[in-house]
């Protein structure tokens, strides 16, 4: 009986009143927002992510000289897979903390986050909105390196037979095709397989597997589009075509 | 104990009061009047009238005083001095209490949190807590691993030995006798996990008590 004498008095001399009840609504509120945050920008995260694979053709790695790991994590969009681990994490720590987080394993927590990350990244891809946040970031971010810069230094390498740009004029067996250095070459492609979305005419991107034959010449072994949502000419004629 | 009327409510038997504005004064309610209460609403009353909460500290502090001993090596005015600090936090949240929490299980919690707290201030030591075992607790024990009866020294002694994460939760299975739910609300982990860890426990307890008979 002593120690609750002790503790009363301590509460009332000391005037400790109890904490009010909206900093603990405040502080749980905080908690949850914190979670749809992280679980929304994991989302996005997400939606880059499926954009760079959408990017990229893994089908070239049998083509390059390099490593098929070494082209993989030269390609891999490490800065968004780091954002999405970092949101995610973000995201069970802050459920965990609510007042019965702890009643969830870590595995089903991941499971739960990692599924509203995904649902809602692909919706967000599927709506355009990946493609005007890697754009924004690539605008702003002095130092963030693009998709598209990643799949320009990929497909600039004709010595390993790879190149790409702009169609800037067509003959029969030829094209003058000028590349994102702004070189011009002359391209062979009688002999080449063109994708069927693709149409041979100038301000076309396109992307070509090959041999270097000689100084700015290549002899083509297959055309494919360009891609990306700045260069689907090609696919909607193709589509109305068909 | 003097009855006195406070207010319109004649319920109250208090000790000790002195009802002078200048002075603080208290009233302890009686355990007669505090038992008329359940925990939710000795919470509610206390949040309205403090002295009401004087029945949270008479309802738990022979169990929680237990429950310090048993996970800590300290004296009686140690154990006393954490329950101190325990109900000063506990009277600064009660507007946190979880509704769907047993008080019980968050005043363990609570003091649980305390203890480790200290250890890791240093401030008290974790080494060698005895802990006072009932007949039914040893039985219970023995029966759910198969042994034989063991004694509370060898159990004592086999305690000290397995790790600190299985001493805790048999200690809150074994001697304060919760349940699977209440030790995870007070652990703050899955109920999943509790099971898991108890088994383990009981294992590794085994085990060396196994050790300390052969020797």
């Given at each position: 009986m002593e120690n609750i004498n002790k503790i009363l008095d301590r509460i009332k001399k000391d005037a400790i009143r109890p904490t009010p009840r909206w900093l603990f609504t405040l502080k749980n509120a905080a908690i949850w927002t914190g979670f749809l945050m992280a679980v929304l920008l994991g989302a996005l995260a997400f939606s880059v992510i499926l954009l760079a694979v959408q990017q990229t053709d893994f089908t070239i790695t049998s083509h390059l000289s390099h490593t098929k790991l070494e082209l993989f994590l030269g390609l891999l969009p490490i800065i968004w897979l780091v954002l999405l681990l970092f949101f995610l994490a973000i995201a069970?720590?802050?459920?965990?903390?609510?007042?019965?987080?702890?009643?969830?394993?870590?595995?089903?927590?991941?499971?739960?986050?990692?599924?509203?990350?995904?649902?809602?990244?692909?919706?967000?891809?599927?709506?355009?909105?990946?493609?005007?946040?890697?754009?924004?970031?690539?605008?702003?971010?002095?130092?963030?390196?693009?998709?598209?810069?990643?799949?320009?230094?990929?497909?600039?390498?004709?010595?390993?037979?790879?190149?790409?740009?702009?169609?800037?004029?067509?003959?029969?067996?030829?094209?003058?095709?000028?590349?994102?250095?702004?070189?011009?070459?002359?391209?062979?492609?009688?002999?080449?397989?063109?994708?069927?979305?693709?149409?041979?005419?100038?301000?076309?991107?396109?992307?070509?597997?090959?041999?270097?034959?000689?100084?700015?010449?290549?002899?083509?072994?297959?055309?494919?589009?360009?891609?990306g949502p700045e260069n689907r000419n090609g696919l909607n004629r193709f589509r109305q075509a068909n | 104990m003097t009855s006195l009327p406070r207010g319109h409510d004649l319920s109250y038997v208090c000790i000790g009061i002195k009802p002078n504005k200048n002075v603080l004064t208290f009233m302890i309610i009686s355990q007669e009047i505090c038992n008329q209460f359940s925990d939710k609403e000795i919470i509610l009353k206390s949040l309205e009238d403090i002295d009401f909460f004087s029945c949270l500290y008479q309802r738990y502090e022979t169990k929680l005083t237990f429950y310090i001993h048993r996970i800590s090596k300290v004296t009686d005015e140690e154990a006393e001095d954490i329950l101190q600090e325990v109900f000063i936090k506990v009277w600064k949240s009660l507007h946190a209490i979880d509704p769907a929490l047993k008080?019980?299980?968050?005043?363990y919690r609570v003091?649980?949190?305390?203890?480790?707290?200290?250890?890791?201030?240093?401030?008290?030591?974790?080494?060698?807590?005895?802990?006072?075992?009932?007949?039914?607790?040893?039985?219970?024990?023995?029966?759910?691993?198969?042994?034989?009866?063991?004694?509370?020294?060898?159990?004592?002694?086999?305690?000290?030995?397995?790790?600190?994460?299985?001493?805790?939760?048999?200690?809150?299975?074994?001697?304060?006798?919760?349940?699977?739910?209440?030790?995870?609300?007070?652990?703050?982990?899955?109920?999943g996990t509790v099971a898991t860890r108890l088994n383990r426990a009981k294992q590794s307890l085994k085990s060396e008590i196994g050790k300390i008979i052969l020797v």
């Open positions: 069970i720590a802050s459920i965990r903390s609510s007042w019965r987080g702890y009643k969830f394993s870590i595995l089903r927590l991941l499971t739960i986050c990692v599924f509203m990350s995904i649902s809602l990244g692909t919706l967000f891809f599927i709506a355009g909105g990946s493609q005007r946040l890697e754009n924004a970031f690539a605008l702003n971010v002095l130092t963030y390196e693009s998709i598209e810069e990643r799949k320009i230094q990929v497909w600039s390498n004709p010595a390993e037979g790879y190149l790409s740009g702009k169609i800037i004029g067509v003959n029969d067996q030829t094209l003058i095709l000028e590349d994102f250095n702004k070189d011009h070459w002359e391209v062979n492609y009688s002999k080449a397989f063109i994708a069927p979305i693709i149409i041979l005419e100038p301000t076309e991107k396109v992307k070509i597997i090959g041999k270097m034959s000689g100084d700015k010449k290549f002899n083509a072994e297959e055309i494919r589009p360009w891609g | 008080l019980s299980s968050w005043l003091v649980h949190n305390e203890v480790v707290s200290r250890w890791r201030k240093n401030k008290w030591s974790r080494d060698n807590p005895t802990i006072a075992i009932s007949d039914d607790m040893l039985q219970s024990l023995a029966d759910d691993m198969e042994l034989k009866k063991p004694t509370e020294e060898v159990i004592n002694q086999a305690l000290l030995k397995i790790s600190e994460k299985y001493r805790k939760v048999l200690v809150l299975k074994y001697f304060e006798e919760l349940s699977y739910e209440e030790i995870s609300d007070i652990l703050k982990m899955p109920e």
